[in-house]
């Protein structure tokens, strides 16, 4: 059994619903999603921190995996240099879901960074940071009313990296 951890934002989350859904319902390999809004992941008496480290070692003892959706979030302004006045409004995925992704990649960084993947809308409606340009993500088509179909792609693509 693959272990997958699926992050994203509160406005991501039916989309991490969906992914979950089409990912443990395939009939090709034998995959148990946890979703961040799970009662397991998030334990009372432990700070946000320390469960998601707990997460990130259950999944490098497992050669799990982890999943963070982009959603386009927050609008952030952009000054455009230090002698240039311009600023630039831009969306962002949630401060946190990013924190999430470095910190999985920063834990299962020697099982292989191919264990952590982002997944964000095509549109190249979100600003990323610029320490992950170049990094390659798995873009869906998003579809407001049709979430699940918005996610056949990406659930297509993760399966073939679980292979």
Partial sequence: M????????????HQAECLKKLLES???????CDIWTDPRIFKPSISTLGNLLAEANKLHKSNGYAILIFTPDDKVYLNQGVNNNDI??????RDNVIFELGLFLGKLED???????SVQPDDKSIRIFSD???ISYIPYKFQRNHI??????PVERILTDLR
């Fill in 26 to 32: 395939n009939n090709d390999i034998d995959v148990s």
């Fill in 88 to 93: 630039e409004a831009v969306v962002s995925p």
């Fill in 148 to 153: 699940e179909n918005s996610m056949r792609e």
């Fill in 132 to 134: 992950w340009l170049g």
């Fill in 111 to 117: 099982i292989s960074r191919e264990h952590v993947m």
């Fill in 2 to 13: 693959i272990n997958v951890f699926i992050g994203s934002s509160t406005n991501g989350i």
